[in-house]
């Protein structure tokens, strides 16, 4: 007899989901699933009219980078700097792409060796980068997201 009251127990234990509230179980379910997802990470990249949204993620990535190279290469064409001394440095610029689309200049980086040879770099390059095109955003869950990336420019004189 007392082998069975034992089991019954136990029994009870095992079994303290069971009254959990519908609420806390919908909410224990959404944690997991929330904890789940890796959210350094999109699900669709951000794509221009010349990329395809049907195609797998790599290529969407490689088209993304391919375009915003174009367009980065484009606004800072005719951008000119007289310096007195050889450079031959990289700095890294960082974008956000909002959930709307929009392209923004978040950082120039400062180098003094750059800004000692040109004062107002910094301040030319994101003028000239701030006037992109708009993107569809990257998505997350099929929900627009931000984006933030990095490009980097290499400054050679020789």
């Known amino acids: 007899m007392q082998k069975y009251m034992l089991l019954s127990f136990f029994g009870l234990l095992v079994s303290c989901e069971l009254f959990m509230s519908k609420e806390e179980q919908t909410q224990k379910v959404v944690n997991e699933k929330l904890l789940a997802i890796d959210w350094n990470d999109v699900d669709q990249y951000p794509l221009f009219e010349d990329c395809d949204e049907m195609a797998t993620k790599p290529v969407q990535r490689d088209c993304f980078q391919s375009v915003m190279l174009d367009y980065f290469s484009e606004a800072l064409s005719g951008l000119e700097f007289q310096v007195d001394n050889d450079m031959n440095d990289t700095v890294y610029i960082d974008f956000l792409i909002d959930e709307h689309g929009f392209i923004s200049v978040l950082n120039v980086e400062e180098k003094n060796t750059v800004l000692n040879e040109i004062s107002d770099f910094n301040l030319r390059v994101s003028e000239r ?23 980097p420019l290499v400054l050679n004189t020789q």
Do not use: E, H, I, Y
């Open 129 to 151: 980068l701030n006037d992109l095109t708009t993107v569809a955003p990257a998505l997350k869950q099929g929900n627009p997201v931000g984006l933030r990336f990095r490009l």
